[in-house]
């Protein structure tokens, strides 16, 4: 049975439940008290040493980090559909894994916890990139459905969360209408789930 | 021919050729003018949006972050050895492809942005975070040769380079004797090369 070591208003344990949704796969929750800490000590550490939510176990499988707990669900439960073997289309899914890990976890991820939970930051430097960011997004979307393919990928599942909570940091959509539109797209998914905010 | 649009002081660009000088790769480097500012305008931004080095093309295929990059490279000319095909070594893989992303990106690599470019960052944050993160990595390499593998795989070449350059930063290695055994296993392996600063 997979377990999956998650936290409810986690863009990025809920990006891990959201393919779990849409793959039609039972998994077992287990709530990760954040608040008191457990992530920063034994034995979740043991799970994950860099002390963070999603982590997940298959077996004697164990994985942190949500893009690579998406490559590996995709790969071993999902075909080709989700994340493509040729190289080409294996590296543009791989481009927004990356944008998903480091552009938008520092930008409207970050503007997600100060306002959420009081994360100390530079918020007009943070708002400022979120925009940079939505622009581009918007700009790539402009003419395509989905991100990375001509068909929804793990690309879209990695960047949709914390794209379609922006408003939890403040940010507003309201300019990009290509990214509105995406969002919506990816919530007519069959099997879509949504989380608090979304 | 593979052209890669290069830096050379770039970790993220070296990482790249360092790989295509494993695989024996010939490929042409173009170099981007960062201090005119040439990553941040046409004809840069048509190739990658994001305003970044590196950036590759191989006829067609136009692909930007230095990890899809690897990924790229490793499946399409590397076989299975640099980068594996099974889920759970995937996801191994994958994992440290995004602490090069993220942890690594946020920490020394942004330390050695800080001395090197005079990049303004909270730099007490910054080298805590760094020494914090060495901290995991050479826990998990004092069991093991390689990251995320029996055998060296891309997961060691994306995390390398800010690694073995950390003293670009002023951060010292010193207390972490796992890390520079590893740092000092991918100098030993055929085909490689180095960077200022390596």
Same mark, same amino acid.
């Given at each position: 049975?997979?377990?999956?070591?998650?936290?409810?208003?986690?863009?990025?344990?809920?990006?891990?439940?959201?393919?779990?949704?849409?793959? &039609?796969?039972?998994?077992?929750? +287990?709530?990760?008290?954040?608040k008191?800490?457990?992530?920063?000590?034994?034995?979740?550490?043991?799970?994950?040493?860099?002390?963070?939510?999603?982590?997940? $176990?298959?077996?004697?499988?164990?994985l942190?980090? *949500?893009?690579? +707990?998406?490559?590996?669900?995709?790969?071993?439960?999902?075909? $080709? %559909? @989700?994340?493509?073997?040729?190289?080409a289309?294996?590296?543009?899914?791989?481009q927004?894994?990356s944008t998903? *890990?480091?552009?938008?976890?520092?930008?409207? /991820? $970050?503007?997600?916890?100060?306002?959420?939970?009081?994360?100390?930051?530079? +918020?007009?430097?943070?708002?400022?990139?979120?925009?940079?960011?939505?622009?581009?997004? %918007?700009?790539?979307?402009?003419?395509?459905? @989905?991100?990375?393919?001509?068909?929804?990928t793990?690309?879209?599942?990695?960047?949709?969360?914390?794209?379609?909570?922006a408003? %939890? &940091?403040?940010l *507003?959509?309201?300019a990009?209408?290509?990214i509105v /539109?995406?969002?919506?797209? +990816?919530?007519?998914?069959? &099997?879509?789930?949504?989380?608090?905010?979304?």
């Open positions: 049975m997979l377990k999956l070591y998650d936290f409810l208003l986690s863009g990025n344990c809920y990006k891990v439940r959201l393919l779990l949704s849409l793959l &039609g796969l039972e998994y077992e929750s +287990i709530t990760v008290g954040l008191a800490g457990e992530h920063k000590k034994p034995p979740f550490l043991e799970l994950n040493p860099f002390g963070q939510v999603p982590a997940l $176990t298959d077996g004697a499988v164990v942190r980090d *949500s893009q690579a +707990i998406l490559v590996y669900i995709a790969r071993r439960y999902g075909g $080709t %559909d @989700w994340l493509p073997e040729e190289a289309a294996l590296g543009s899914v791989m927004w894994l998903a *890990s480091k552009e938008i976890a520092n930008t409207v /991820a $970050t503007a997600r916890l100060h306002y959420l939970f009081g994360t100390a930051i530079d +918020i007009t430097t943070v708002e400022k990139q979120s925009y940079a960011l939505l622009q581009v997004m %918007d700009q790539h979307l402009a003419t395509r459905h @989905w991100l990375a393919s001509d068909r929804p793990i690309a879209d599942i990695a960047c949709f969360p914390y794209i379609g909570l408003a %939890d &940091g403040k *507003s959509l309201d990009y209408p290509h /539109a995406w969002v919506e797209r +990816i919530k007519q998914l069959p &099997g879509y789930v949504g989380m608090p905010g979304l």
